[in-house]
């Protein structure tokens, strides 16, 4: 429906909606029904103002409505809590496989656990499908009360892991530490990772449970001053190597070059695993302050020495991405062989696997070298395309589109869950209740690999230019695809005139605004960046002085002027940036000064190598992602055969202009 056509419906009276929605429930024929369209942002102030009464009355209203399950999802969390778990099965029962209902079950198990109310929890968990990572753990907990033997097999990496973690992950974790099936080799592990890390209070506890009595006293004491205890530490029993290995580590953190420095001797005279500890101390904080020191070759010396003692997915990540930096190729084996099983299976480890063995002399490690690329070069994403290049496959085979049949499009107008995210978008519901539903309705179609109302749903979205869900959803078939939806290329002749102008690839271009803002004309971030190419305020001043403008801050909201500063702006900083689109596209996501810093010192580096070891996580993932959309979009605007090695080029050392 047009936004013109919504406008006039509005108007109309709301008893005939609700009218004919009851009419049309009594035949058993799914609608959307305007009436819920009308009530649902109502009954939401009435949520937010906890005005319980009224909310009863949207329940009543409503219950018929395609967004009925609204107000009663409001009630019940309104104090979750304290709900019985009948309620939550009722709900979860009415409204099967929903999207609230799976919401409302997944954040009533993480309340109860909370409360160590695990019995209760228990019968809810069947209703919790697609827990994020605090529900997970809130899951894990009560299946561990309930005696399931292999939920803690399941959860080593949140054992082991030291960065910021939800509290249910963390209470898991002390969970597991009273659990008999930890074994020594796994406390001492944890304790040493958490020592590293400074955590000193969950050390004490570990530590405790291996029998070995720290003092806080003493653990503040090493903090004020980490050196001065170094020179003269004992080494002698179980908590004078814990000591050492926290004074290293809270050395390491706050002067890394000093703790490099003294590394050697505090290791000296203890036993061989403290070692390794000690090393691996110091490559692993090395390896994850590259934001503060830089990258230093040394790290990975330490990281290699302290090989043989087991590594947790953190650590073994942090190794290998060291090894990729510096070329080392049989350090960057290594570190993949000591990883999990699912994470050295990974499409990234597997790839990296292929790069490093294809390095050596011998034939079998080039033929396994061959044989992962081949396996890899099946799919179409960013290492996909990168092993076709190490095949020699150029890439220009983006198959037929294909359109969703009458059947498909028919399913789609019947399917609650994407019924529920058309209503949401039509009546401007907070975007977070609108992605949710279709997210949802997205997943479960894809679960049960229905490519068609996949389809179908792409191209309604398409129709009605909602590109950043059609996208999620075209994203998400398996064997019918159509790329139209998957890349769309709104406001073409916008964006090709403009990179023209500026100099620079219009696939690059829709290959950045594809990851920028999905083609929301109005996606704002939580920084502020602004359109369909994000474009920071600061960003658009520099750029309307630098073309001889008068900066206007309405203007970024001009889908014209927002394309024409992006494309000038990308077309700046990769001229700033030794003309390479990998530097430029990492500098859009993370500042200019920060993607030059990243360069190399001495001599050039491939760039899936500066890529790989881009130390911001978003960043990292973000110049894989526009790379790739680049490469596809190349093809799809008729470029020829694309290669994403050549158009991601060699990244220059710093000297280099």
Request: glycine fraction near 6%; proline fraction near 4%; charged fraction near 20%.
């Amino acid at each position: 429906m047009t936004e013109g056509g919504y406008m006039f419906h509005r108007v109309i009276n709301k008893n005939y909606y609700k009218m004919l929605a009851l009419a049309l429930a009594s035949t058993g024929f799914v609608s959307i029904s305007h009436a819920a369209d009308e009530q649902f942002n109502d009954a939401l102030r009435a949520a937010n103002s906890a005005n319980l009464g009224l909310l009863q009355q949207y329940q009543a209203s409503m219950q018929n409505d395609v967004l009925g399950y609204y107000p009663e999802y409001w009630l019940l969390n309104s104090n979750l809590a304290n709900q019985p778990a009948s309620q939550i099965i009722n709900f979860a029962q009415r409204y099967p496989q929903s999207a609230m209902a799976e919401k409302l079950a997944a954040d009533y198990v993480e309340e109860k656990v909370k409360q160590a109310d695990f019995a209760t929890a228990q019968p809810i968990l069947q209703y919790v499908t697609n827990p994020d990572q605090a529900e997970s753990c809130a899951v894990a907990q009560v299946r561990a009360k309930s005696g399931d033997p292999l939920v803690f097999a399941e959860y080593k990496d949140v054992w082991l892991a030291t960065s910021s973690q939800p509290e249910s992950c963390t209470g898991l974790g002390r969970m597991m530490l009273s659990s008999p099936l930890m074994t020594e080799q796994d406390r001492q592990q944890r304790l040493w990772g958490q020592l590293r890390a400074g955590q000193s209070g969950l050390a004490l506890a570990t530590a405790q449970s291996l029998g070995v009595n720290l003092s806080l006293a003493q653990l503040n004491q090493i903090q004020a001053n980490p050196l001065n205890y170094l020179w003269s530490a004992p080494k002698a029993s179980a908590a004078d190597q814990a000591y050492l290995i926290y004074a290293l580590g809270r050395l390491a953190d706050s002067d890394l070059n000093t703790a490099m420095a003294a590394v050697k001797n505090a290791a000296e005279g203890a036993p061989l695993q403290v070692q390794k500890a000690l090393y691996r101390t110091v490559g692993y904080i090395g390896g994850t302050t590259v934001m503060k020191n830089n990258f230093n070759r040394e790290v990975l010396n330490y990281l290699d020495a302290s090989y043989g003692l087991p590594f947790s997915a953190e650590e073994a990540e942090i190794y290998a991405r060291q090894a990729i930096r510096f070329s080392a190729w049989e350090s960057l084996i290594r570190a993949i062989d000591a990883m999990g099983v699912t994470q050295k299976q990974e499409d990234r480890w597997q790839y990296w696997l292929a790069r490093a063995s294809e390095q050596r002399g011998d034939a079998n490690s080039k033929r396994v070298a061959q044989e992962i690329f081949k396996k890899l070069a099946q799919g179409d994403d960013y290492h996909n395309l990168l092993a076709r290049d190490r095949l020699g496959q150029s890439y220009n085979n983006i198959p037929s589109n294909v359109q969703p049949s009458n059947s498909d499009v028919q399913r789609l107008s019947q399917n609650i869950h994407f019924n529920r995210a058309f209503a949401l978008r039509r009546v401007n519901a907070p975007d977070s209740y609108v992605n949710r539903e279709w997210n949802w309705a997205v997943r479960q179609a894809y679960l049960k690999h229905d490519d068609g109302l996949l389809l179908a749903a792409a191209k309604r979205a398409t129709d009605i230019g909602w590109y950043d869900r059609a996208i999620y959803a075209a994203d998400r078939t398996e064997s019918k695809h159509n790329y139209a939806y998957r890349y769309a290329m709104p406001h073409q002749s916008y964006v090709v005139s403009h990179s023209r102008n500026a100099g620079i690839d219009p696939a690059w271009a829709y290959g950045l605004m594809r990851q920028e803002s999905r083609f929301v004309s109005q996606a704002r971030s939580h920084v502020g960046a602004g359109g369909l190419m994000q474009i920071m305020p600061d960003t658009a001043k520099l750029v309307a002085r630098q073309m001889g403008e008068t900066y206007n801050p309405a203007a970024l909201t001009d889908m014209n002027t927002n394309i024409r500063y992006g494309t000038f702006y990308l077309s700046m900083i990769q001229s700033q940036l030794s003309n390479s689109p990998v530097l430029a596209t990492a500098g859009y996501n993370a500042g200019p000064n920060r993607a030059r810093r990243w360069q190399p010192e001495a001599q050039p580096i491939a760039a899936d190598q500066y890529t790989e070891s881009i130390p911001l996580t978003e960043t990292r993932d973000y110049v894989k992602h526009v790379m790739t959309n680049a490469t596809h979009y190349g093809v799809l605007l008729g470029q020829g055969a694309q290669s994403l090695e050549k158009r991601m080029n060699i990244i220059p050392f710093k000297n280099n202009p």
